[in-house]
């Protein structure tokens, strides 16, 4: 089965959407110029984030691959059959069905901001298991979300691999994580990804590979911007930046202006000067105490916790 999906994004007249115009004015006026990454995924975003996936730098993707693959029988003893999975955000082709597979879940619920990779996603799942009901929503999931009603008296398990939740300052996390609880419901499970601290050379490879695809991810969300709120960003005259700060235990990403210039977007007149950036992506690594630190404050208790054999990704379930 594979309903339609539900629109829950906020749009004005012209089709643009308002937080996205929000976030980026109020962001490219800050003294440190900075925009959220959630933003980075349209449907070309998407897609270059996939690719980012595939990269032999970018180990997080097949770490928490390995796990998921390797330990699905404890995971999937520890969590039940008959849980409706909801996952935060479209689903990979590879972990999603190693999940499914592995726990007999009674349906599947993908939350996402970006409707078209959602749908295409949700409708190759559905394809792939047959008797799983699917229910698609397109949702920003940082906000309590109204789930489908044919799930409501399902246990739900929520799925929150890849460490995106790396990707938000602690406070939204908490944020995230407590309105996840909301979402869920009494008795619910939480499976998350968080990536580990290691080595800065191999983090700094991750978020700056050689073959420029992160580059383009990251300048895409320029393109973005010019496309959907009406910008002349000279995306050209930016270029990709990963740094590590030690401080928050992150990656940063950052566009740098390659010289001084000026833009408009949605009518707005900005400048930059020539190496000044605009801060696009956080993405926090964890250690053990960490992690579940940061889960316990969102409102989670830590249940159990796998590693890679590398110990480079971790997996943990946590129970509300
Ligand atoms: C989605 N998120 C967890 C990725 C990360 O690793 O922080 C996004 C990403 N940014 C650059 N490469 C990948």
């Given at each position: 089965t594979f309903a339609k999906g539900l629109k829950l994004v906020n749009r004005d007249a012209g089709g643009v959407d308002l937080a996205f115009r929000a976030d980026v004015l109020a962001g490219l006026a800050a003294a440190q110029k900075a925009i959220p990454a959630?933003?980075?995924?349209?449907d070309a975003g998407s897609q270059l984030f996939e690719d980012i996936t595939q990269l032999p730098e970018y180990y997080p993707t097949r770490a928490e691959t390995a796990i998921l693959r390797g330990r699905s029988q404890e995971i999937a003893e520890l969590i039940g059959p008959g849980r409706a999975v909801v996952e935060?955000?479209?689903?990979s082709s590879v972990k999603t069905p190693l999940l499914l597979s592995a726990i007999q879940p009674s349906a599947y619920v993908p939350l996402d901001i970006a409707g078209d990779f959602l749908r295409a996603s949700s409708a190759a799942l559905a394809a792939k298991f047959p008797g799983l009901p699917v229910y698609p929503v397109e949702a920003d999931f940082m906000r309590r979300v109204e789930l489908?009603?044919?799930?409501?008296s399902l246990p739900k398990l929520g799925f929150f691999p890849g460490?995106?939740?790396?990707?938000?300052i602690a406070r939204t996390a908490t944020d995230l994580l407590r309105s996840m609880r909301e979402t869920l419901g009494e008795g619910a499970l939480l499976l998350i990804g968080m990536d580990l601290v290691k080595d800065e050379d191999v983090l700094l490879a991750a978020y700056d590979d050689a073959a420029g695809v992160t580059a383009q991810f990251n300048l895409n969300l320029l393109t973005r911007i010019n496309h959907e709120l009406g910008g002349d960003i000279p995306v050209d005259a930016f270029r990709h930046e990963a740094r590590w700060n030690d401080t928050f235990a992150r990656i940063e990403m950052h566009l740098v202006a390659r010289q001084d210039l000026a833009f408009t977007v949605s009518e707005q007149p900005f400048s930059m000067r020539e190496g000044e950036s605009i801060h696009t992506e956080n993405s926090h690594k964890f250690t053990k105490q960490s992690g579940q630190m940061l889960l316990a404050a969102g409102g989670w208790e830590p249940r159990a916790r796998w590693t890679d054999d590398a110990k480079q990704f971790s997996l943990l379930l946590a129970e509300a």
């Open positions: 959630r933003w980075f995924y349209d935060f955000g479209s689903g489908p009603a044919e799930v409501a460490s995106t939740i790396g990707n938000m």
